[in-house]
Nanobody
Framework: QVQLVEYGGGLVQPGGSLSLSCTASGRTSVIDYVGWFRQPPGKRREHVASISWGSGGRSDYADSVKGRFTVSGNKAENTVLLQMSNLKLEDTAVYFC???????????????WGQGTQVTVSS
């Protein structure tokens, strides 16, 4: 099994910045892709950003966050980071760290999830 624990989150004003981090433990050798999903209030969970832990470092972003969010990963340290800038009201959501062995699954239905951390964008 793989365990994911998120850190960070909180309240930020529109236009502000915030970073989320995630630490993986357990059978991390099975993970090739890591990233983040979010669930806005009253809505379904959605992919935010993901990155390959292998060579090449391929990354994918939701259109709504391109140019504002940056995902990075450090396989040696089993960590994933999401740097968010120019935050908008609609970025308010519970953010989940995710991981999987397959790209198609980390983009749609990851096998491993963290417990989630709240990000609230409000003035």
């Amino acid at each position: 099994q793989v365990q994911l624990v998120e850190y960070g989150g909180g309240l930020v004003q529109p236009g502000g910045s915030l970073s989320l981090s995630c630490t993986a433990s357990g059978r991390t050798s099975v993970i090739d892709y890591v990233g983040w999903f979010r669930q806005p209030p009253g809505k379904r969970r959605e992919h935010v950003a993901s990155i390959s832990w292998g060579s090449g470092g391929r990354s994918d972003y939701a259109d709504s966050v391109k140019g504002r969010f940056t995902v990075s990963g450090n396989k040696a340290e089993n960590t994933v980071l999401l740097q968010m800038s120019n935050l908008k009201l609609e970025d308010t959501a519970v953010y989940f760290c995710v991981a999987d062995s397959f790209l198609w699954r980390v983009l749609s239905s990851p096998s491993y999830w963290g417990q989630g951390t709240q990000v609230t964008v409000s003035s």
